[in-house]
């Protein structure tokens, strides 16, 4: 069964960066399985917000409007893991941060358009 863990969080000062990365586990593999991951992140009193995804290879990315050009999305399949890159954060990025993994057909560059299986969540904190 597919299992992902998010980590890399923390306390991070306004202006500064973070990488969350995403691993993958249960299964045969990126390198086996197709899987799209997006990433999310939901503050307290907040709905949850879709950040941006990336597809299976890793040749499509997409991105919200709120983090585009500030955050990227990458993934290294033959460690099974995917990774949020998050640049010029802001107090109003934090927030708890998940993952999640949809199913996707092998070879297509396009994103999930549902993701069945999430992360714990791991909490990001922009403050000085």
Same mark, same amino acid.
Do not use: H
């Given at each position: ?33 197709s899987y799209a991951? !997006?990433? =999310?992140?939901? #503050?307290? @009193?907040?709905?949850?917000? %879709? ?43 934090? !927030?708890? =941060?998940?993952? #999640?993994? @949809?199913?996707?057909?092998? %070879?297509?560059?396009?994103?999930a358009q549902s ?14």
């Open positions: 069964q597919l299992r992902l863990v998010e980590s890399g969080g923390g306390l991070v000062q306004p202006g500064g960066s973070l990488r969350l990365s995403c691993t993958a586990s249960g299964f045969s593999g990126f390198t086996k399985e991951i !997006a990433w =999310y992140r939901q #503050a307290p @009193g907040d709905e949850r917000e %879709g950040l941006g995804c990336i597809s299976p290879s890793g040749t499509f990315t997409n991105y919200a409007d709120s983090v585009k050009g500030r955050f990227t999305i990458g993934r290294d399949n033959a460690k099974n893991t995917a990774y949020l890159n998050m640049n010029r954060l802001k107090p109003g990025d934090s !927030a708890v =941060y998940y993952c #999640a993994a @949809g199913p996707v057909p092998s %070879g297509a560059s396009w994103c993701y069945g299986t999430w992360g714990q969540g791991i909490q990001v904190t922009v403050s000085s």
